[in-house]
């Protein structure tokens, strides 16, 4: 039998033309799904795959309606071989059940290795040329300027609790204080200059300084998948831990799913560059280290709560 599946990223979107073409090519039922392909799970793929009986073939409009990513879509549908159901895409006219199809599936497999394996070397080239610049991976040693900036400037709202600010710039209640008394202290914020005169003598001097820039702080979601590098590979499962713990902890992560891969984290910043190389350096590349450490690999996507045009 000839089972369909349809997905559409939002309730915007119409299933109409993919349901049109599985009927024409001959589908006994179709399942359906509303949801972005991040989503690690999908009630009408489970009730398609629940459907199937061995001998069966999951047919799809398009690829991209299964996976999200070559790997992704590779290790999906190693999951129907191993339980003797067929694959079938329209529109790229793909069929596992033929010589041909099987022959195309083996070729982007080899695909999907070769990915990971560029995955592996770009991370390993990040990580020799931030150890160059002198950056280690890991949580940073002392005060961090940029959040410690963060802190001091959400602080001045009163409507904001110690927790919210903890939270939101992530830092812990002990560090907030640290950075508070430090700028409490008699002195901090004293910024007279050496030619300004003794009291009593005079007026200090006045130095015009460029204003400082005000922190912000943008909120992501992120989609992380972690994966063993081979069957013969059993970390992926610590890797995220350790992600959790080491990079994602620091930005107030919330797991939306217990069990699932997807996160909200707010990223302090005060310009759209610093909010790049926060992201691409001290979240994607230390996350990638994670896990190559342990022979695995991320694939990860993120994008802003705040602005939808911005994902990264």
């Keep these: 039998m000839l089972v369909g ?4 990223s939002t309730t915007d979107q119409n299933l109409d033309l993919q349901k049109d073409a599985l009927l024409a090519a001959g589908c006994g039922r179709i399942f359906t799904d509303t949801a972005s392909g991040a989503k690690s799970q999908r009630p009408g793929l489970a009730d398609a795959l629940q459907c199937c009986r061995p001998g069966d073939t999951l047919v799809v409009w ?8 070559l790997p992704h879509l590779v290790e999906t549908v190693r999951g ?4 003797d159901i067929g694959f079938k895409s329209l529109q790229e006219s793909i069929d596992t059940t033929t010589s041909g199809g099987k022959l195309v599936f083996h070729i982007f497999a080899s695909l999907a290795e070769f990915e990971r394996d560029i995955i592996r070397d770009r991370t390993k080239a990040g990580l020799s040329a931030a150890r160059t610049r002198g950056r280690r991976g890991g949580r940073p040693a002392g005060v961090d300027e940029r959040k410690k900036k963060a802190a001091l400037a959400l602080k001045k709202d009163p409507g904001r609790s110690v927790k919210e600010i903890c939270g939101i710039v992530g830092i812990s209640r002990n560090t907030y204080y640290k950075y508070t008394r430090s700028e409490d202290k008699p002195g901090a914020g004293d910024h007279q200059t050496a030619s300004s005169t003794p009291e009593g003598r005079g007026k200090p001097a006045k130095k015009d300084n460029p204003p400082t820039p005000q922190p912000k702080v943008m909120k992501v979601r992120l ?3 972690v994966e ?12 995220r831990e350790e ?19 997807e996160y909200r984290l707010s990223i302090p910043y005060t310009s759209d560059e610093e909010l790049d190389r926060t992201i691409h350096e001290e979240i994607y590349t230390e996350a990638e280290r994670c896990a190559d450490f342990r022979h695995c690999f991320i694939e990860a996507d993120m994008s802003s709560l705040d602005d939808p045009e911005r994902s990264w």
């Design 243 to 261: 992600i959790e713990r080491h990079v994602l902890s620091r930005f107030a992560m919330e797991k939306i799913d217990k069990k699932g891969w």
């Design 223 to 225: 989609w992380l998948r």
């Design 228 to 239: 063993n590098n081979s069957q013969f590979v059993r970390g992926k499962g610590k890797v």
């Design 80 to 83: 129907f071989v191993a339980r």
């Design 5 to 8: 599946y349809a997905r559409v």
């Design 62 to 69: 398009k690829l991209d309606r299964l996976g999200r990513s």
